[in-house]
């Protein structure tokens, strides 16, 4: 068990660019979320999926912003034409299937929008 | 969405204090979660609380699902440097489509 990976860990990007991130979830976690956090604030919800369904999305996910998990494993989160707002660290986790409970965090990707 | 209120913002303490630190919510959770983050990291699962008036140990770390099921309550005992970071509050209400909510974190300073 190697817990939670993330790629890249940091991203810089000029705005107007699209950038694309990588969740690499618990082999066995079925569950995978993503979360937005900004500095001074704790994780806020993004979206999520039980295998390759995408089951729940946050209002906060606008139409720039787009997760796929085409096979039930790992996800990606998209983001285009980035803008200044989108600055944030972004959290992947996954748990089990049973519950929402015992969320195991990635160690995010920071993005910083230029 | 929900409004999870952490208290205190910030701590600074001595090492080998007693530190206490809580949630509270405007809705009834069935599930609380605390983390601990480290800067520039992600969250680290401490506790995992399901069922109101729980009382739940990790080593040094002890937390409380509040018999209301609006709060939340977590304790450290003897800390030690390393206890240092930001402390995260998370519940589940089944009524808001079972997503977790975060709280605004508690700062730990402690004070060799």
């Known amino acids: 068990d190697t817990g939670v990976s993330q790629d890249p860990r940091h991203k810089i990007t000029k705005r107007g660019q699209n950038v694309t991130f990588r969740c690499d979830p618990i082999?066995?976690?079925?569950?995978l979320y993503w979360y937005r956090q900004t500095l001074g604030q704790g994780p806020e919800f993004l979206t999520y999926?039980?295998?390759?369904?995408?089951?729940?999305k946050s209002r906060l996910l606008s139409d720039r912003f787009s997760a796929e998990r085409p096979k039930g494993s790992f996800s990606t989160l998209e983001i285009q034409r980035t803008e200044q707002g989108d600055s944030a660290m972004y959290l992947c986790?996954?748990?089990?299937?049973?519950?929402?409970?015992?969320?195991?965090f990635g160690p995010g990707t920071r993005l910083t929008v230029t | 969405g929900q409004q999870l209120n952490q208290s205190p913002q910030s701590m600074f303490i001595q090492e080998g204090e007693d530190v206490s630190m809580n949630c509270t919510s405007s809705?009834?959770?069935?599930?609380w979660l605390w983390y601990k983050q480290d800067p520039g990291e992600g969250p680290v699962l401490l506790i995992a609380?399901?069922?109101?008036?729980e009382l739940t140990s990790n080593g040094r770390l002890t937390a409380q699902f509040g018999i209301t099921r609006k709060d939340s309550f977590l304790n450290i005992s003897a800390s030690i440097p390393s206890d240092v970071g930001i402390y995260f509050c998370?519940?589940?209400?089944?009524?808001?489509?079972?997503?977790?909510?975060f709280g605004t974190g508690t700062s730990l300073t402690v004070i060799p």
């Open positions: 609380l399901y069922k109101a008036g």
């Open positions: 986790a996954s748990s089990f299937r049973e519950g929402w409970g015992e969320q195991y």
């Open positions: 082999s066995e976690h079925n569950r």
């Open positions: 999926f039980q295998n390759e369904a995408q089951l729940e």
């Open positions: 809705s009834i959770f069935n599930t």
């Open positions: 998370a519940g589940q209400a089944s009524n808001t489509g079972n997503q977790f909510y």
